[in-house]
């Protein structure tokens, strides 16, 4: 409305001064609150675009008494360009980066040879560290920039954690809650102890269920004296819930989901609040057929996404919206998932992927070693066909004989199980390439033959294979496509009952990715070798990310019931079998049950 305040957001995550206008998360900031208070150090975790750092911002903090606990300004550890590299090139970037963050505006960041436990130390007022009891509290956002790959910065990263658990050791007041997305938690796990000595808590943030969405619509009008007609509200968050599918008799059938995305109920009600006339007081459900669409509001998000992506990347449109809708919608109009290859995606490279996921158009999770990807929702999926739409009656360019195009046939097959086909045109595709051309093609082309070979028991081939691609990817300087290819070997290896041998391939693909299944294969590793302290950390670091998954859960169990625990087992057993009752079948989890059960 025209004069006054906008109260939702869209894109832009809530701050401190917009604490009257954030809803829907006050059950979580209350939670992270009180273990924040409670602990060392506190880790807040969930998906890009989820409200995390909104969360923290203007639900957590705006909350504290400040005669109650001295809270620091939200930090960041990355440096940017506020770093001066070239006249300070022996600094840490991220602790000089944390503590300009922590202290913009007096210059105590300025003394480049104080650590992070004098800084603190010497922070304004009694709560740090000068004798009371009151804590004091310090944020570290997007935590998840630590563990990016900056070649210039990686060699700092071991001396920044030191120096932030000499913090945490050595300034009793000092409680750090730490925020990161939930696909780099993986990174931070294994240095929780070294940081907080075994006082840290985790809490994960989802997505908003229907209560908190409805909250999330109907409270930021009332701060400016509007509000909703009566179902309006009800029928807004309904419609950002609903699922649309095609059966095959050509109907259509609508189902309400449980859950609603924060992102796309703020774009919603960003772009309804913008279209009111002023005069408007409540808002009708007219208003949300001529301001709030939400499948032309979605589409217009999606649109503005593409365009944006597509000129990064240098493709064109209409091939990025074919690609989106090809790839990620099945003809009966639901969402469908591709799997991320070394380096590409169904064709397009793995960077435009990973954009898209971080502009909240589709979201990644791991199975079975691969990153799979599909739409964040259900309910993009009419917004990326009517994107699209437009397009498809512009005549298509004629395919040729590019590598590329075989390889990506190549890769659709083998995400549909059709292995054949999928050798055929992988075959082709590196002949086509030539033996000095398109090396990343190639390279696909070898690591995809490789795990054809490995699935036809030609294990000989298998590693000839994945060798080749190893050695064109890192010709390329492509350490992440180098890792991903060690994990797919290490559980070859796995499988050939090598266990050392892919302890120590799984081991070097850790240190170059974050791959939940890795560290569960390793974790299969150290048990077969009998290292089950070794295994339960393995598994339970899986378990932290992923509490729910039934394999993780039998792998400990198992673990348990072969280690000094047997008797503990038994619950993760049961509730694997539960979960996934096709575990069954596995001879060694059914034995490995009737064990713990006679041992509890």
């Given at each position: 409305?025209?004069g006054?305040?906008?109260?939702?957001?869209?894109?832009?995550?809530?701050?401190s001064?917009d604490r009257?206008?954030?809803?829907?998360?006050?059950a979580?900031?209350k939670?992270?609150r009180e273990l924040?208070?409670?602990?060392?150090?506190?880790v807040?975790y969930?998906?890009?675009?989820v409200g995390?750092?909104s969360l923290?911002?203007?639900g957590v903090?705006p909350?504290?008494?400040i005669?109650?606990?001295?809270?620091l300004?939200?930090?960041r550890?990355?440096?940017?360009?506020?770093?001066?590299?070239?006249g300070?090139p022996h600094?840490?970037?991220y602790s000089?980066a944390?503590?300009?963050?922590w202290?913009?505006?007096d210059?105590t960041?300025g003394?480049?040879?104080?650590?992070?436990?004098e800084?603190?130390?010497?922070?304004?007022?009694?709560?740090?560290g000068?004798?009371d009891?009151r804590?004091?509290?310090?944020?570290i956002?997007?935590?998840e920039e630590?563990f990016?790959?900056?070649?210039?910065?990686?060699a700092?990263?071991?001396?920044f954690?030191d120096e932030l658990?000499?913090?945490?050791?050595?300034?009793?007041a000092?409680r750090?809650?730490?925020?990161?997305?939930e696909?780099?938690?993986?990174?931070?796990?294994?240095?929780?102890?070294?940081?907080?000595?075994?006082?840290?808590a985790?809490?994960?943030?989802?997505?908003?269920?229907v209560?908190?969405?409805?909250?999330?619509?109907?409270?930021p009008?009332?701060s400016?004296?509007?509000?909703?007609a009566?179902?309006?509200?009800e029928?807004?968050v309904?419609d950002?819930r609903?699922?649309v599918?095609?059966?095959?008799?050509?109907?259509?059938?609508r189902?309400?989901?449980d859950?609603?995305?924060?992102?796309?109920?703020?774009i919603?009600?960003d772009?309804l609040?913008?279209?009111l006339?002023p005069?408007?007081?409540?808002?009708t459900?007219?208003?949300?057929?001529?301001?709030a669409?939400?499948d032309?509001?979605?589409?217009r998000f999606?649109?503005?996404?593409?365009?944006e992506?597509a000129a990064?990347?240098?493709?064109e449109?209409?091939?990025?919206w074919?690609?989106l809708?090809?790839?990620?919608?099945?003809?009966?109009?639901t969402?469908?998932t591709?799997?991320?290859?070394?380096?590409?995606t169904s064709?397009?490279?793995?960077?435009?992927?990973r954009?898209?996921e971080?502009?909240?158009?589709?979201?990644?999770?791991w199975?079975?070693?691969d990153?799979?990807?599909?739409?964040?929702?259900d309910?993009?999926i009419?917004?990326?066909r009517?994107g699209n739409?437009?397009?498809?009656?512009l005549?298509?360019?004629?395919?040729?004989?590019r590598?590329a195009?075989f390889l990506?046939?190549?890769?659709s097959a083998?995400?549909?199980?059709?292995?054949?086909?999928?050798?055929d045109?992988?075959r082709?595709?590196?002949?086509?390439?030539?033996e000095?051309g398109?090396?990343?093609v190639?390279?696909?082309a070898?690591?995809?033959?490789?795990?054809l070979?490995d699935?036809?028991g030609q294990p000989?081939?298998?590693?000839?294979?994945?060798?080749a691609?190893?050695?064109?990817?890192?010709?390329?300087?492509?350490?992440?496509a180098?890792?991903?290819?060690l994990?797919?070997?290490?559980?070859?290896?796995?499988?050939?009952?090598r266990?050392a041998?892919?302890?120590?391939?799984?081991k070097?693909?850790?240190?170059?990715v974050?791959?939940?299944?890795?560290r569960l294969?390793?974790?299969?590793a150290?048990?077969?070798m009998g290292?089950?302290?070794?295994?339960?950390?393995?598994?339970?670091?899986?378990?932290?990310?992923a509490?729910?998954?039934?394999d993780?859960?039998?792998?400990?169990?198992?673990?348990?019931v072969?280690?000094?625990?047997?008797a503990e087992?038994?619950?993760?057993?049961?509730?694997?079998?539960r979960?996934r009752p096709d575990?069954?079948a596995?001879p060694?989890i059914?034995a490995?049950?009737?064990?713990?059960?006679r041992s509890?």
């Open positions: 409305m025209a006054e305040s906008v109260p939702y957001q869209g894109l832009r995550a809530f701050e001064v009257a206008v954030f809803f829907g998360r006050s979580e900031s939670a992270v924040w208070r409670e602990h060392r150090m506190l807040v969930g998906p890009s675009g995390k750092t923290v911002r203007a903090i909350e504290f008494d005669d109650a606990a001295t809270v300004p939200v930090g550890v990355s440096a940017g360009p506020a770093y001066p590299g070239a300070m600094r840490n970037p000089f944390l503590r300009s963050s202290s913009p505006a210059g960041h003394g480049s040879e104080t650590s992070l436990a800084f603190l130390r010497g922070v304004t007022g009694p709560a740090g000068r004798g009891d804590p004091l509290m310090a944020v956002d997007q935590f630590l990016e790959d900056r070649p210039e910065s990686r700092f990263q071991p001396a954690l658990g000499e913090a945490i050791a050595t300034v009793p000092l750090v809650l730490v925020v990161i997305r696909d780099a938690l993986t990174s931070l796990l294994p240095h929780t102890d070294r940081l907080a000595g075994g006082d840290c985790r809490i994960a943030l989802g997505a908003l269920g209560e908190a969405a409805l909250e999330a619509v109907t409270g009008p009332r400016v004296g509007r509000g909703f009566p179902g309006v509200a029928r807004l309904d950002l609903t699922a599918a095609l059966e095959a008799d050509g109907t259509v059938r189902a309400l989901t859950e609603v995305e924060p992102t796309h109920l703020q919603v009600c772009a609040w913008r279209g006339p005069a408007v007081r409540s808002v459900f007219g208003h949300l057929v001529s301001h669409g939400v032309e509001t979605l589409r999606c649109a503005q996404a593409v365009v992506v990064r990347f240098a493709v449109e209409r091939e990025l074919g690609w809708e090809r790839t990620f919608i099945t003809a009966a109009n969402r469908n591709a799997f991320e290859g070394v380096s590409a064709g397009f490279a793995n960077q435009i992927a954009e898209l971080r502009r909240h158009i589709l979201r990644a999770e199975r079975a070693g990153r799979w990807y599909e739409l964040v929702h309910r993009l009419e917004p990326v009517a739409r437009p397009w498809l009656s005549e298509a360019p004629a395919p040729d004989g590598p195009l990506r046939a190549a890769e083998f995400a549909v199980g059709d292995l054949g086909r999928s050798a045109n992988a082709t595709a590196l002949a086509l390439t030539g000095a398109e090396t990343r190639r390279a696909e070898e690591a995809l033959l490789g795990r070979a699935r036809a000989d081939e298998a590693d000839t294979r994945l060798a691609a190893l050695e064109l990817f890192d010709s390329l300087g492509d350490q992440n180098v890792g991903r290819l994990a797919v070997r290490g559980r070859m290896l796995l499988g050939r009952g266990f041998d892919a302890a120590a391939v799984l070097a693909a850790l240190t170059r974050n791959d939940p299944d890795a294969d390793l974790a299969r150290f048990h077969r290292q089950y302290p070794a295994a339960l950390a393995m598994v339970n670091q899986v378990l932290i990310v509490p729910g998954r039934a993780a859960l039998a792998e400990r169990g198992r673990v348990l072969a280690g000094p625990a047997p087992a038994v619950a993760d057993l049961e509730t694997a079998l979960m575990l069954g596995d060694a059914r490995a049950l009737e064990l713990a059960r509890a």
